[in-house]
């Protein structure tokens, strides 16, 4: 497993990491039908302050905002096999929306100053990312249908998988999963049943799932 460099903000520092390799930024809003790719235009590994430029032609881009925060995808593509990639997913970051140009915008955020995001009821999220692997095999149709994927994150609730792009089709928002099965790399595993709370096409396939 590789280890990020100690600055005063882990989040900042993960993110220069994914940076090294070819990679994608996309942000997405729950009431907005696609997400907007990004490019990294000024990232602060001490303070956090990250900048993100976008390009957007329409006037609604506020819509992808809510409660002055931003989430947003980091893609990281570390080879030509779909497994060779990493995710990091961050959500509601703190963000202020500067137009710099008829159709450019600049997005300064306040990157949170842990890796762990603290959820309701006081949960955790575990993002699984510089190395940590985690199998996962979504039960699609009992006995009929699996579908592989990565653990992208872990909380009490639920987690996130990636899965490839293809085998999303299979797949809907509310659907009840019968079997969801976490394979850790020291032989371990872990089953329960799930739900699907949401989807984001990507270049991966993300899926949300209440376990």
């Given amino acids: 497993m590789t280890h990020p460099a100690l600055y005063s903000n882990p989040s900042a520092a993960v993110i220069r990491a994914l940076l090294q390799h070819k990679h994608v930024v996309s942000l997405y ?13 000024e990232l602060d590994l001490d303070t956090g302050r990250l900048v993100l430029e976008v390009e957007y032609a329409d006037s609604d881009i506020e819509r992808y ?32 929306l500067l137009k710099t140009d008829s159709t450019l915008y600049h997005l300064e955020c306040q990157l949170p100053e842990s890796v762990f995001v603290s959820e309701q009821r006081g949960a955790v999220r575990i993002p699984f990312v510089l190395g940590m692997h985690v199998r996962v095999s979504l039960e699609i149709y009992l006995h009929e249908l699996s579908v592989p994927g990565r653990l992208r994150n872990l909380s009490v609730g639920g987690c996130m998988v990636d899965i490839d ?8 928002v509310g659907q009840e ?3 969801v099965t976490l394979e850790f ?19 991966s396939g993300i899926v949300n799932l209440a376990t």
């Fill in 29 to 41: 809003a729950k009431d907005m039908a696609y997400p907007l790719k990004a490019v990294v235009h």
């Fill in 177 to 179: 999963i019968p079997g």
């Fill in 65 to 96: 905002l809510t409660n002055g925060g931003v989430s947003f995808d980091l893609e990281a593509l570390k080879g030509s096999q779909a497994m060779e990639r990493e995710t990091y997913s961050l959500s509601n970051v703190a963000a202020k």
């Fill in 165 to 172: 792009l293809a085998e999303s089709i299979a797949i809907g």
């Fill in 185 to 203: 790399p020291n032989g371990e595993s872990f089953f329960a049943e799930g739900k699907v709370c949401h989807i984001r096409p990507f270049c």
